[in-house]
């Protein structure tokens, strides 16, 4: 099949593309620099000129194509400090898998389309989240359900929700990557009470072999986890980054926290367990790679300045 990626120089991007040529698709990526463009065509994949805000260009290049694959998220709005922003973020998203899902409508070509496990504890869901799961409305959950709702407009629409640390060599701007930095810059790795708050996770490699899957397995209007843990505790997370960087690992109490994290405290702070016994059964998806912690003992996410 000949497959529209959005986001496809990104971090998932960069591990999605061989595997999909690796496995005879063709794939045609989303390119808002020149930059961008080289590294597709050195990965062996086309090109489309554009950005999320080019709502006729994303549609016609859907059109186009056997499939759509939509990874492409302004995490530099979502997370850049700016007032709204995480709203603003969503909003255009939410925006660009419509003009996705309308240019698929009636063909019954797979779409698929990136959400996330920690929506659920950011909406206040501290308990162990399943594929059968959902949120009536939301930010970033909207987006999800209308993308589910597409399967009645003739549209394979499929979500896969990433959990909140997807970790390897390929992550540079992550979560993990903002937790190092922020130790860096306090001095010290941090956790919030007694730590024991946890986070699912799942290597890159693994999440962009679960995309194809999706891509060529899923049913219509169906939700599946991109989380090879289930649960790895935010203590073990800061203890690791403290180790590699010689730095000192301190519990933080909820008043002293946000001096700490800053707006990623929601982040800092969240209880995110999330199970994939569905997709692993369903879709014969088998994580191989490396774990969290087996990746926060290598070198690459602290050799960076």
């Given amino acids: 099949m000949k497959i529209f990626v959005t986001g496809a120089s990104g971090h998932v991007g960069s591990a999605l593309i061989p595997e999909l040529l690796g496995s005879g698709h063709s794939v045609v990526g989303l390119a808002r620099s020149e930059t961008a463009e080289k590294t597709l065509k050195a990965a062996g994949a086309d090109v489309h000129r554009g950005d999320l805000d080019d709502l006729e260009g994303l549609a016609k290049a859907a059109s186009a194509a056997d499939g759509v694959i939509h990874l492409a998220y302004r995490h530099d709005l979502a997370f850049g400090g700016q007032p709204n922003g995480f709203a603003q973020a969503a909003q255009l998203d939410?925006?660009?898998?419509?003009?996705?899902?309308?240019?698929?409508?009636?063909?019954?070509?797979?779409?698929?389309?990136?959400?996330?496990?920690?929506?659920?504890?950011?909406?206040?869901?501290?308990?162990?989240?399943?594929?059968?799961?959902?949120?009536?409305?939301?930010?970033?959950?909207?987006?999800?359900?209308?993308?589910?709702?597409?399967?009645?407009?003739?549209?394979?629409?499929?979500?896969?929700?990433?959990?909140?640390?997807?970790?390897?060599?390929?992550?540079?701007?992550?979560?993990?990557?903002?937790?190092?930095?922020?130790?860096?810059?306090?001095?010290?790795?941090?956790?919030?009470?007694?730590?024991?708050?946890?986070?699912?996770?799942?290597?890159?490699?693994?999440?962009?072999?679960?995309?194809?899957l999706v891509l060529e397995k899923a049913p219509a209007g169906t939700r599946w986890h991109a989380a090879a843990e289930e649960a790895v505790t935010f203590r073990s997370i800061a203890e690791a980054i403290g180790k590699n960087l010689g730095l000192t690992v301190r519990s933080l109490s909820p008043e002293e926290a946000p001096g700490y994290f800053g707006g990623f405290l929601s982040f800092g702070q969240m209880h995110c367990p999330a199970s994939s016994t569905s997709t692993r059964t369903t879709l014969g998806w088998i994580p191989t790679h490396n774990t969290l912690l087996e990746d926060l003992a290598l070198p690459h996410y602290f050799s960076r300045a």
């Fill in 94 to 212: 939410l925006a660009a898998v419509k003009a996705l899902g309308t240019a698929l409508a009636g063909t019954h070509k797979p779409l698929v389309v990136t959400s996330g496990t920690a929506l659920f504890a950011l909406h206040g869901k501290n308990r162990l989240v399943t594929e059968a799961d959902f949120l009536p409305e939301g930010l970033r959950v909207d987006c999800e359900n209308w993308a589910v709702s597409l399967a009645s407009q003739g549209v394979r629409s499929a979500v896969v929700r990433l959990a909140p640390s997807v970790h390897s060599t390929l992550d540079h701007h992550g979560f993990l990557a903002m937790l190092v930095a922020l130790a860096r810059k306090n001095g010290f790795a941090a956790y919030v009470g007694t730590g024991e708050n946890v986070w699912n996770a799942v290597h890159t490699r693994d999440a962009a072999r679960l995309y194809r």
